[in-house]
Nanobody, 128 residues
Framework: QVQLVESGGGLVQAGGSLRLSCAAS????????MGWFRQAPGEERDFVAA????????YYADSVKGRFTISRDNAKNTVYLQMNSLKPQDTAVYYC?????????????????????WGQGTQVTVSS
């Protein structure tokens, strides 16, 4: 069982930056691959980024590639999402997710049903 708590959301102007954090409970954090998803009002939950449990592979949605960076610190049981050059269309609730399943490629990581644990979400609002 893993509990996830996101933080770092807020209101920022277009072009600005935010860093989201997701703190995980438990002593087996390094066994979990981690992902970030987001959901805007009235829309489906979309994949943003993911990182393999090894930390050696990362995956991004095309809409954030080159602007967002996912990373993890296993010593702190935390995964981060550095978001730069933010746009109004990045406005959403951002969710952290964890999976202990054996991953297989980008499409696997981008599928929300492959994740077993979810945080409560943190709001990111980008003003124009």
């Amino acid at each position: 069982q893993v509990q996830l708590v996101e933080s770092g959301g807020g209101l920022v102007q277009a072009g600005g930056s935010l860093r989201l954090s997701c703190a995980a409970s438990g002593r087996t954090f390094s066994s979990y691959s981690m992902g970030w998803f987001r959901q805007a009002p009235g829309e489906e939950r979309d994949f943003v980024a993911a990182i393999h449990r090894s930390g050696l592979s990362t995956y991004y949605a095309d809409s954030v590639k080159g602007r967002f960076t996912i990373s993890r610190d296993n010593a702190k049981n935390t995964v981060y999402l550095q978001m730069n050059s933010l746009k109004p269309q990045d406005t959403a609730v951002y969710y952290c997710a964890a999976t202990a399943r054996l991953p297989y490629g980008r499409s696997w990581f981008s599928t929300s049903r492959n994740y077993d644990y979810w945080g409560q979400g943190t709001q990111v609002t980008v003003s124009s």
